[in-house]
Structure formats: structure tokens, C-alpha cells
């Protein structure tokens, strides 16, 4: 080997070792600034931690005041807004609620089948005995009720 391949290699293994020596400074460097300020943290959070929750407490202590008189002050409100809604939604209430049940009357009326008016309806699953415009509708097969004494089509709630 001739001197320039000598200094070469030589050169090579000089700037390896120094990049090698500069990752491990780097290293035990870094890793001692974290573990420094880990320590630093935990410290501070020693020192600090009471400080902070003496101040905490004190805050809530000195907010109570001001909630206890916006819950007062709520309730107030509440109940002065009940006192003068109630008057003015009360009759409103009970006018829309009479509305809708007339409204719904011929939809929801139910007639339970009578023995002297449909006796052969009585049991049956197949019975509606709802009044629609004045009508009463006894089942979907029989408008107005079976013509004969027997119904050919009845069968018990516990049939399929």
C-alpha cells in the first residue's frame, strides 16, 4: 500500500472514531440533561404542589359566596317565570288537550262488544269495535257484526 492509501484509511478510521466518540458525548449528555430535568420537575412539583393547592382552596372558598347567590338568584327566576307562565299556559294546556281528544274521539272510541249487541264478538281476536264518522266498524270481515249466531271466523286471542 502506498502512503496516500495508508493515510486514507488512517483518516477514515480517525473521523470514525471521533464520530463514534462525539454519539456517545452526545448520549451520556442528553441523557444526563433529562434525568437533570426530571429532577428539576419533581422538585418544582414538591415545592410547588401545596402552594398551589392552598391557592386552589382558596379560590373555591372564596367563589362559595358567589355560588350560593346565583343559586339563589336562579331560583328566584325559576320561581317567578313559574308563577307567570303558569296562569297564562294552564288554560292553554287544557284547551289543547280537550281539542285533540275531540279531534281523536272518532280514531280512539272503543266498544266493547255487548252481549245483546254482537254476543258471537265477544272473545274473539279478530273484534275492533271502533267508531269511525258515527259507525262502528266490528271487524274487517264483518262491517256490522255477524249475520248468524255462530261466527265462522272467530278465533280466541290465543290462536295463530
Given at each position: 500500500m502506498?502512503?496516500?492509501?495508508?493515510?486514507?484509511?488512517d483518516?477514515?478510521?480517525?473521523?470514525?472514531?471521533?464520530?463514534?466518540?462525539?454519539?456517545?458525548?452526545a448520549e451520556?449528555?442528553?441523557?444526563g440533561?433529562v434525568e437533570t430535568?426530571?429532577?428539576i420537575?419533581?422538585?418544582?412539583?414538591?415545592?410547588?404542589?401545596?402552594?398551589?393547592?392552598?391557592?386552589?382552596n382558596?379560590?373555591n372558598?372564596?367563589?362559595?359566596p358567589?355560588?350560593?347567590a346565583l343559586?339563589q338568584?336562579?331560583?328566584r327566576?325559576?320561581e317567578?317565570f313559574?308563577?307567570?307562565?303558569?296562569?297564562?299556559v294552564g288554560?292553554?294546556?287544557?284547551?289543547?288537550?280537550s281539542?285533540?281528544?275531540?279531534?281523536?274521539?272518532?280514531?280512539t272510541s272503543?266498544?266493547?262488544?255487548m252481549?245483546?249487541d254482537?254476543?258471537?264478538c265477544i272473545?274473539c281476536?279478530h273484534?275492533?269495535g271502533?267508531?269511525?264518522g258515527?259507525?262502528?266498524?266490528?271487524?274487517?270481515?264483518?262491517p256490522?257484526g255477524?249475520?248468524d249466531d255462530?261466527c265462522?271466523?272467530?278465533?280466541?286471542?290465543g290462536?295463530?
Open positions: 502506498n502512503d496516500f492509501e495508508n493515510w486514507t484509511r483518516f477514515s478510521r480517525l473521523w470514525e472514531d471521533a464520530t463514534r466518540q462525539t454519539e456517545v458525548w451520556e449528555t442528553l441523557q440533561v430535568a426530571d429532577a420537575a419533581d422538585e418544582l412539583e414538591k415545592q410547588l404542589a401545596p402552594t398551589l393547592e392552598l391557592w386552589a382558596e379560590l372558598r372564596s367563589l362559595e358567589l355560588e350560593t343559586d338568584e336562579a331560583e327566576f325559576s317567578e313559574s308563577e307567570f307562565v303558569t296562569p297564562l288554560p292553554m294546556a287544557i284547551a289543547l288537550e281539542w285533540i281528544e275531540a279531534l281523536a274521539a272518532p280514531v272503543h266498544i266493547d262488544p252481549i245483546n254482537h254476543p258471537t272473545g281476536k273484534y275492533y271502533q267508531a269511525h258515527g259507525n262502528m266498524l266490528v271487524c274487517a270481515m264483518y256490522y255477524p249475520e255462530q265462522p271466523d272467530w278465533e280466541s286471542f290462536s295463530h
